[in-house]
């Protein structure tokens, strides 16, 4: 039982990180709203939002081995393939951020912010509506005796 809680904890505080992740994200994307007609502050501001982004993927690619590895026995079969549906939802999310991202010309960079600000906040919504379902269902699995 030692472990389950131990396991219970571990998730939910990997769900907490993910949120800082996404809350750099924002602020990123919140600086992207401020930029200056000088093309290099673009590029920094571009930058720092892939690495925000970056992070947060690979926390989330982390996380979602983690839970497909402990979550199963804990949640059962059924509930573990809603919880791959969100994730692999997450992932193409992710695809259709990563080539505004990694476009190499600023002024096609910059025509792009508005659909690229649109599929960011839809990420960052729908994981943490994700997480806190998750945490709900952990929750409730931290009070069995």
């Known amino acids: 039982m030692r472990d389950i809680i131990s396991t219970v904890e571990s998730l939910l505080n990997e769900h907490e990180a993910i ?18 007609q000088h ?3 673009a590029k920094d501001k571009r930058e720092n939002l892939k690495q925000a982004i970056g992070y ?5 690619r ?3 081995r ?8 804990l949640v059962g079969e059924l509930i573990m393939q809603a919880i791959r549906l ?3 939802d997450q992932l193409v999310m992710f695809k259709k951020i990563s080539p505004a991202l990694n476009d190499n010309n600023i002024d096609h ?3 792009q912010l508005v659909p690229l600000k649109t599929n960011i906040e839809n990420l960052c919504q729908a994981t943490s509506l994700h997480s806190l379902r998750e ?8 009070k069995v005796p």
């Open 109 to 111: 960079f910059l025509s």
């Open 66 to 73: 983690h839970e497909d590895a402990v979550m199963p026995q």
């Open 19 to 36: 949120r800082g992740h996404m809350k750099q994200v924002r602020e990123s994307v919140n600086n992207l709203e401020s930029l200056p």
């Open 39 to 41: 093309i290099l502050a």
């Open 135 to 142: 945490d709900g269902i952990l929750h409730f699995l931290r």
């Open 86 to 88: 969100e994730h692999a």
């Open 56 to 60: 947060l993927e690979d926390g989330l």
């Open 62 to 64: 982390t996380h979602h």
